[in-house]
């Protein structure tokens, strides 16, 4: 038999959707936010006494505690002070979610494009600012009298060759 206060602790690591997963095994609405999924799950769990944690298929899941660097099993013994000792094998009770660890802001290539050849530039857009119309890439270009560039000194100084 667990205390609310118990429950509340089996309940806190659980995602929303993993809250709703055991609402729906259990026969339970998964409408609302996290903490009414929490309040409805200890009402239903302390009400049955069936606290184990459910799978999508209804079966109960294996869980291991772990309190203050020991596993369950050494907290007796005493032994070891190994957050990742778990009594069946390093890896048991892990899951994967649909829930992703990093966010992707731009796909794969992002949204740039290479044309090879004579692609006709009317019939889409194009956010290159050099793109022309024509499809020449020169089109459209003048010098002017303002330079691109601050020239400080003359090439080679202050040299000079004549020819003639």
């Avoid at 022309?132 to 003048?142: L, M």
């Avoid at 010098?143 to 100084?157: F, L, Q």
């Amino acid at each position: 038999m667990m205390t609310p206060a118990e429950v509340d602790a089996l309940l806190k690591p659980l995602t929303i959707k993993d809250l709703r997963v055991q609402t729906r095994v259990r026969g339970l609405s998964p409408a609302g936010g996290i903490e009414a999924l929490k309040d409805r799950l200890k009402e239903h769990m302390l009400e049955t006494k069936d606290f184990a944690i459910k799978s999508e298929t209804g079966e109960d899941l294996a869980v291991v505690q772990v309190t203050a660097g020991q596993a369950s099993s050494e907290v007796a013994a005493g032994a070891g002070k190994n957050n990742y000792v778990r009594p069946a094998g390093q890896n048991v009770g892990n899951f994967i979610t649909d829930r992703c660890s990093s966010r992707v802001l731009a796909p794969p290539g992002g949204g740039s494009q290479i044309v090879f050849g004579d692609a006709d530039m009317k019939t889409g857009t194009s956010n290159n600012n050099y793109a022309r119309p024509s499809g020449q890439q020169n089109v459209g270009n003048f010098i002017t009298d303002k330079p691109s560039s601050k020239v400080h000194a003359p090439p080679g100084g202050a040299s000079q060759i004549t020819f003639g």
